[in-house]
C-alpha cells in the first residue's frame, strides 16, 4: 500500500487526508499544533471557551462530502445548525443592518436605509450569481497548473468583469456608503482588501445566500473534533504537536520528510497544507523547486495580520448578535493603512464573534464568551506588538464598552490576545499573515500557488495559499483539486473518485 504524508493538519489538511484514504492510500497527518485543526485550535480560559480560527461555516456540503466518503453521517459526528441571522453590521453612527435569513428580510433592511438600493441588490446578487456559477460551481475543484486550460477561462473572466475590484463592482450596482460596505466586506473574510481584490470573490455573497452561514455546536473544535475521529475510524495516522523541518528530495521525487525530534517518514507522495511560502523557501531544497515557485515566493504579497481579543464577561449581552460586524468611522482610509501603508491606526473595525447567542456551553452560566478581531498590518509593518499589543487590547474594550458592550471594563474576564508575530511562531505563516497570500487577481487561479506542486512529481499542494483560495469552502476545494491529481493506490480504490486531470 502506498504511503502519502501529509504536513499540516488545517481543513485543508485534514480533508487531503480523508481523500487520499478513501483512494485507499495509508496516510499520516503531521502537524506541530497540540491538536487538529490547523489555525482552528480551542482555547479555555476560566470556564470560558473560544474557537481559536474560523467561527462562519458556509458551504455545510463539502463537510458532508467527506463523510459521504466512507457512508457516514455529518449529524452523527457534529451538529451543524443554520443562523437565522447571518451578521449584524453596526455602523460609527450607531445604525445597524441585519444580514441574512430570507431575501425578504434582506431587501427590506435594505429599502430601510435607502429604498433605491433594492433593485440595485437584486442585480448585484445576480451578477454574484453568475461569478458563483463559473468560479465556484464550474472551477472551484478544477486545477489550474496548466498555462493553457487558463487562457481557456480568459473568455468568461472577461465576461464576468473579473479585472473590477469588489468594490468597485458593489459600488455599480448600490448606492449608499453603508450598504456598500455591508456587501464588499467579504474579501476580508480571505485576506483581501475589497479595493483591491478581484470581483471573482464576490461569488462568496451568493455562495452565503445559496447555502446559508451555519455554527457548529460546541464550535469550530467540535467539527474538528468530529473529523478527527472519522480519521481515526478510518486508519489514518496523526502525529501531533511534531513539526517537520525538511523535505527529503530523491531526483525529481520527495522520498521522506524529517521532523524536529529526528524522526524520518518514508513516503510515496506528499501533500503539503503548510503555507506554501515556508514550503518552497524553508523545506524544500531550492535546487528542486521550479523558478515559478521560488518567483511566487519571493514576490508574492501577504494578507493583512489579524489581532484577536479573546475574553469571557461576567454578565450576558442577549441583544448582541452572534456576528457583529463594528464598523469604525473610516473604510476605505483605514483599509489603505492597513494593506499599503501598513501603520497601525488609532481607529479600527471589529468582527465580534459572541458563540453564546447560539450555544451557552461555551461559557459559565449567567455569562458570555466573546473574541473580538481586528484587521491589522502583518509583520512587514514596524509595529512593536510587546507594546502595542496591550495598547490595542485597551482600545477595543473602551470602543466596544462604550457601545453594544455596556460597562466591559467591569466585566470582562480572563482576556487574552494573540498578535501577527504569533501567527508567525504558531503556524509558521510568514509575515504573520492570516490567511497566506493576498487575494489580486495576479494571486489567483494560476498565478496562486498550484495545487500539483512546482518541484517534486509527487508533491501537491492544499489550503488558504493555493488555488482556489482561503477561507473553509476554498481549502475544502483545494483538497478536491488534489483529489482529482493524486493516483488511486495500488489494489483498488475505497470509493469512486472524482474525474482524474491530468
Known amino acids: 500500500m502506498s504511503r502519502v504524508v501529509v504536513i499540516g493538519a488545517g481543513f485543508g489538511g485534514i480533508a487531503a487526508a480523508l481523500r487520499a484514504r478513501a483512494k485507499g492510500h495509508s496516510v499520516t497527518v503531521i502537524d506541530r499544533a497540540p491538536r487538529l485543526g490547523g489555525r482552528a485550535q480551542v482555547y479555555e480560559r476560566d470556564g470560558f471557551r473560544h474557537d481559536a480560527g474560523p467561527t462562519v461555516l458556509t458551504a455545510p456540503f463539502l463537510f458532508d462530502e467527506l463523510f ?28 445597524t443592518f441585519d444580514y441574512g435569513g430570507g431575501i425578504e428580510q434582506t431587501l427590506a433592511e435594505i429599502a430601510r436605509i435607502h429604498p433605491p438600493d433594492v433593485d440595485g441588490y437584486r442585480a448585484l446578487l445576480e451578477q454574484s450569481r453568475r461569478i458563483y456559477e463559473v468560479g465556484f460551481t464550474q472551477l472551484g475543484d478544477v486545477p489550474f497548473h496548466r498555462l493553457s486550460f487558463m487562457l481557456q477561462q480568459v473568455p468568461h473572466l472577461v465576461q464576468l468583469g473579473a479585472w473590477r475590484t469588489v468594490w468597485q463592482m458593489v459600488a455599480h450596482y448600490v448606492q449608499h456608503e453603508k450598504i456598500r ?6 474579501p476580508l473574510l480571505v485576506g483581501g482588501n475589497p479595493f483591491d481584490t478581484t470581483s471573482i470573490y464576490a461569488l462568496i455573497h451568493f455562495l452565503e445566500r445559496a447555502h446559508g ?12 473534533d468530529g473529523l478527527g475521529r472519522l480519521m481515526l475510524e478510518e486508519g489514518i495516522e496523526l502525529r501531533l504537536g511534531t513539526t517537520v523541518t525538511a523535505i527529503e528530495v530523491d531526483g525529481d521525487r520527495a522520498r521522506a520528510v524529517h521532523t524536529a525530534d529526528g524522526t524520518r517518514l518514508a513516503l510515496d507522495y506528499l501533500i503539503s ?33 489579524l489581532f484577536v481579543l479573546y475574553f469571557g464577561a461576567a454578565r450576558q449581552y442577549p441583544e448582541v448578535a452572534h456576528h457583529t460586524i463594528w464598523m469604525g468611522p473610516r473604510y476605505r482610509a483605514l483599509l489603505d493603512d492597513i494593506f499599503h501603508r501598513k501603520v497601525l491606526a488609532e481607529d479600527f473595525s471589529i468582527y465580534l464573534h459572541r458563540p453564546t447567542a447560539t450555544d451557552p456551553s461555551f461559557a459559565p452560566a449567567g455569562c458570555d464568551s466573546f473574541y473580538a478581531l481586528v484587521p491589522v498590518p502583518n509583520l512587514s509593518a514596524d509595529i512593536d506588538w510587546a507594546v502595542e499589543g496591550p495598547r490595542l487590547r485597551d482600545r477595543i474594550v473602551a470602543a466596544l464598552g462604550s457601545t ?74 483545494s483538497a478536491k483539486v488534489v483529489d482529482r491529481l493524486l493516483p488511486e493506490a495500488l489494489g483498488g480504490r475505497m470509493r469512486a473518485a472524482l474525474p482524474a486531470v491530468v
Not at 213 to 224: D, E, N, S
Request: glycine share 10%; with cysteine.
Open 213 to 224: 452561514v451555519h455554527f457548529a455546536m460546541g464550535g469550530t473544535g467540535a467539527l474538528v
Open 273 to 305: 497544507n503548510a503555507d506554501p511560502v515556508h514550503l518552497y523557501e524553508q523545506l524544500l531544497p531550492r535546487t528542486v523547486s521550479k523558478l515559478s515557485a521560488r518567483l511566487k515566493a519571493r514576490h508574492c504579497e501577504q494578507s493583512m495580520g
Open 181 to 186: 460596505q455591508a456587501f464588499s466586506i467579504q
Open 68 to 95: 459521504a466518503l466512507f457512508g457516514k453521517s455529518t449529524a452523527d459526528y457534529v451538529k451543524i445548525v443554520p443562523l437565522p441571522l447571518w451578521y449584524r453590521f453596526r455602523f460609527h453612527d450607531g445604525d
Open 404 to 477: 453594544i458592550l455596556p460597562d466591559l471594563a467591569a466585566t470582562i474576564r480572563a482576556d487574552f490576545f494573540v498578535t501577527p508575530e504569533d501567527f508567525a511562531e504558531r503556524y509558521l505563516s510568514p509575515l504573520g499573515a492570516g490567511f497566506s497570500i493576498a487575494p489580486h487577481f495576479r494571486q489567483s487561479a494560476w498565478f496562486r500557488f498550484h495545487n500539483r506542486g512546482e518541484g517534486p512529481r509527487n508533491l501537491y499542494l492544499v489550503g488558504a495559499g493555493t488555488h482556489p483560495g482561503a477561507g473553509l469552502p476554498g481549502v475544502l476545494c
